[in-house]
């Protein structure tokens, strides 16, 4: 069993900022990828940014700039902090991994969804 577990979510002004967390736990053996996705209301859900376990960055064009995405290898945890924030910023975000579990499956696990809300 793997748990993801996001935090940090909010609501913020216009050019704020915000700091997601996400932990990973449960029967991990590694973790080959970290990051977040984000999904308006009627729209597709999008990658916002990921890292690979060698701290490799990727970040969508609408974001490049503001957010950084960040890891702590030893706690299993993602970062993803959020500056200059804008109303088209508003979004659930969700935290997903690429992981291999101690009986060697490999899957992707999803977190429950964090709202970012940025009134305009």
């Known amino acids: 069993q793997v748990q993801l577990v996001e935090s940090g979510g909010g609501l913020v002004q216009a050019g704020g900022s915000l700091r997601l967390s996400c932990a990973a736990s449960?029967?991990?053996?590694?973790?080959?990828?970290m990051g977040w996705h984000r999904q308006a209301p009627g729209k597709q859900r999008e990658l916002v940014a990921v890292?690979?376990?060698?701290?490799?960055?990727t970040y969508a064009d609408s974001v490049k700039g503001r957010f950084t995405i960040s890891s702590d290898n030893a706690k299993n945890t993602v970062y993803l902090q959020m500056n200059s924030l804008k109303p088209e910023d508003t979004a659930v975000y969700y935290c997903?991994?690429?992981?291999?579990?101690?009986?060697?499956?490999?899957?992707?696990?999803w977190g429950q969804g964090t709202q970012v809300t940025v009134p305009s």
């Open positions: 997903h991994a690429d992981i291999l579990t101690t009986s060697y499956r490999r899957r992707d696990y």
């Open positions: 449960g029967n991990i053996r590694s973790i080959y990828t």
């Open positions: 890292i690979t376990s060698s701290s490799t960055t």
